[in-house]
């Protein structure tokens, strides 16, 4: 049943993405040459670049292969026990990588391409995998695109996403696991 669940969620979004024509171009004052200078440059996204700078994850973004980054907002960081640990202490970036690969998803998904591919599904929700095999489910509730992680936080996402040539990064408001 999971198996079928999770093909239906990927016809889903692929039938979504097929079309949503032209929907992967940002408008010209939300481009950035790439997604961590965009989080760095963004107020309340500085976190998220600053754990992409001390992992060594900015360099995936570097590239010509597309991501979609579910930026954890710097207040989702702050809500974090010992969040000062994982910036500070070289023997927690381990954990703090693996963080952000569980908010990070291969292609470049729009909060739109989501919504399209929610209103599509039968069940109302399209479930993804992250970059760390973890599996993401979004769904909608009164007009707000949520996500929920595999240990069940929502997060709510942002309608301002930031893009670069082959990745966006979405604004959340809470952190996906329990690091």
Known sequence: MQIRRLSVSVASILLALSACSGSDEAPADQTFESIPVALASTDGLTQSARALELTGLDGIFA?????????????????????????????????????????MLPGYVTPDD???????????????????????????????????????????LSNDALTSQASIAIPVDAILITP
């Open 63 to 103: 590239g010509e292969a597309s991501y979609t980054l579910l930026a954890p907002t710097d207040s989702a960081f702050a809500r974090i026990e010992g969040s000062d640990e994982l910036f500070e202490q070289e023997e927690a970036l381990p954990a703090l990588a693996a963080l952000l690969r569980q908010h």
């Open 114 to 156: 989501l919504a399209a591919a929610i209103a599509a599904s039968p069940d109302g929700e399209v479930v993804m995998l992250t970059m760390d095999g973890s599996e993401v489910t979004f769904s909608s509730s009164a007009d707000q695109l949520q996500v929920t992680g595999p240990d069940a936080a929502i997060a709510n």
